[in-house]
């Protein structure tokens, strides 16, 4: 029996990063994955196939509405959406054959199989085809990460009723998409078919889209989106999803209770996305799990069992693939006597729709309630030079500081590369910055960073300088 110093079960960004990290401080590394490809849900069915979609449908996009603006003659295009989704096939293939290069090059002994729980020091791997194996380690990093949730009385048929993983690999381009909730993955994929022609209607539940991110945000990309053509019924509890081989229908009772009745020819579930830790073995540990199905951790990421650590989607906190590289790495440092630290208030948000919606720190509405006293500069890009040479004029900055001590408590982006922006506001709040600090920094001018400068000096006492 092979035996490692930690063996980590599951491949995405949480657990390749872990492992990678692992066997840089030393470590006899080992990476269990049940499926052939590593990389997990961010590089297979996740991040990357969504922004390779995103990607393309945006080209479409801008080829079919702006392009002529911009005295662009294009003559008659169309959709190749075979083509499409081959390009993602390639984009993903070419992504994890990466991360296949990344343990050979760290000497990680990858092993193909589903891993479950023997005991505390020893697990089974057992690949689809042929025997089973055990492998023994001193530590474990449980990284088994998480699968679509649906609602009770929704059944997934995965054909007209469907999940991100089969709205990444469709035949057809729908004609009408519903998509039920209105959080990161319906707005993402919504944009995606609603730019190469699809009607697309999001039922939400709440009386804002994106609810857990700061409101502005929120009613910015409904505006935006609005543009597409996608229909939003926000304030709907859905109740009944019907498919037929054909058409799908869902009925939802709007905010005074009336029923309405909602057809297309798929619909989109996206209501989130629960721990998997389906078949684990861990009834022969001590690790538990909570009210939610995460598996209960300490601040040291350990589990019941103080030799197994668990990180990522299957733990509490944002299912996002960084905030699981953050804890890959914390867990590898821990284990090996470091004292790692991992500011969660500080694990930026992003929405890559087109503005995209990026975000660090605390919501407007989270100040409020804890009565946390701020002040706050918005900068609209409408009024930035660069946005209007590129024809990328809606969204703003906000900057929200502390009304004592000027600190920067949260920065709210929507708007063009918003998500490559925010980098800017997680250094400045990792080193406690001011409005003031960022606002007296120098930024390229023209670019689209200067809405940060400029929100930062509206924070600051309303010095913006270009509106
Ligand atoms: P996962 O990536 O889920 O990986 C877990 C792995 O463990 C899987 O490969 C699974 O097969 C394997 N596994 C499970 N159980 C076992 C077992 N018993 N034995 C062996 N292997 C096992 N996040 C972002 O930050 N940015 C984005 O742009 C983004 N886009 C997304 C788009 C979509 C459509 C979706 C669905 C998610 C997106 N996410 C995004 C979220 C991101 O994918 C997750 O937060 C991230 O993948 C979590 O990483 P993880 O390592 O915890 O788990
Ligand atoms: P989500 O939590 O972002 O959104 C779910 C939405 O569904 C919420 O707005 C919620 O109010 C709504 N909802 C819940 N029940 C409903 C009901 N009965 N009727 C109508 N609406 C209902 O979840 P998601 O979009 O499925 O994404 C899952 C996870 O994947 C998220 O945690 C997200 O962090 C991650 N993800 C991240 C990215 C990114 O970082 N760009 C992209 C995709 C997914």
Not at 201 to 213: K, W
């Amino acid at each position: 029996m092979s035996a490692f110093d930690v063996i980590v079960i599951g491949s995405g960004p949480g657990g390749y990063v872990a492992a990678i990290r692992c066997a840089q401080l030393g470590m006899k590394t080992a990476l269990v994955e049940k499926y052939s490809t590593l990389g997990g849900t961010c590089l297979n069915v996740g991040c990357i196939p969504s922004k390779a979609l995103l990607d393309s449908s945006e080209h479409y996009h801008n080829a079919t509405s702006t392009f002529a603006v911009h005295g662009i003659k294009t003559g008659k295009v169309s959709v190749d959406f075979k083509q499409m989704i081959q390009r993602k096939r390639e984009v993903v293939e070419q992504t994890t054959g990466g991360i296949d290069f990344l343990m050979k090059k760290n000497k990680i002994e990858v092993l193909t199989g589903h891993g479950a729980f023997i005991s505390e020091t020893k697990i089974s791997v057992s690949p689809e085809k042929g025997k089973s194996a055990e492998y023994e380690a001193k530590n474990f990093i449980i990284a088994t990460g998480s699968k679509p949730a649906t609602l009770p009385f929704i059944k997934l048929d995965k054909t007209r009723v469907i999940t991100s993983t089969e709205a990444l690999e469709l035949k057809e381009i729908p004609k009408h998409m519903i998509i039920v909730g209105g959080g990161v993955i319906g707005l993402e994929l919504g944009s995606v078919y609603a730019r190469i022609g699809a009607q697309v209607t999001v039922v939400e539940y709440m009386d804002a889209i994106i609810p857990a991110m700061d409101k502005a945000c929120g009613k910015e990309l409904m505006r935006s989106m609005k543009k597409l053509g996608v229909k939003f019924l926000l304030s709907h509890k859905v109740k009944e999803v019907k498919a037929t081989k054909t058409s799908v229908t869902v009925k939802a009772d709007d905010k005074k209770g009336l029923e309405q009745e909602i057809q297309g020819d798929y619909c989109l579930v996206s209501v989130g996305r629960k721990p998997y830790t389906d078949k684990l073995g861990l009834e022969n540990t001590s690790v538990k799990v909570d009210e939610r199905g995460r598996i209960a951790v300490n601040e040291k990421l350990q589990t019941g069992a103080a030799n197994i650590y668990a990180i990522g989607d299957v733990i509490k906190g944002a299912m996002l693939a960084h905030k699981a590289e953050e804890e890959g790495t914390f867990v590898a440092e821990v284990m090996a006597g470091q004292h790692p630290h991992i500011d969660y208030n500080l694990i930026p948000g992003v929405v890559y729709t087109w503005p995209e919606v990026a975000a660090v720190g605390q919501t407007e509405e989270q100040l409020k309630e804890s009565g946390i006293p701020y002040k706050s500069g918005v900068f609209p890009f409408k009024a930035s030079g660069r946005a209007r040479a590129s024809m990328d004029t809606d969204g703003m900055v906000k900057v929200l500081a502390h009304e004592g001590t000027d600190e920067i408590l949260g920065v709210h982006m929507v708007g063009p590369r918003a998500a490559d922006m925010i980098a800017e506001a997680v250094v400045a709040m990792e080193f406690r910055a001011s409005a003031e600090d960022v606002s007296r920094m120098s930024h390229a001018h023209p670019t689209f960073t200067e809405a940060m400068k400029e929100a930062a000096l509206a924070a600051t006492g309303d010095r913006a300088l270009h509106i």
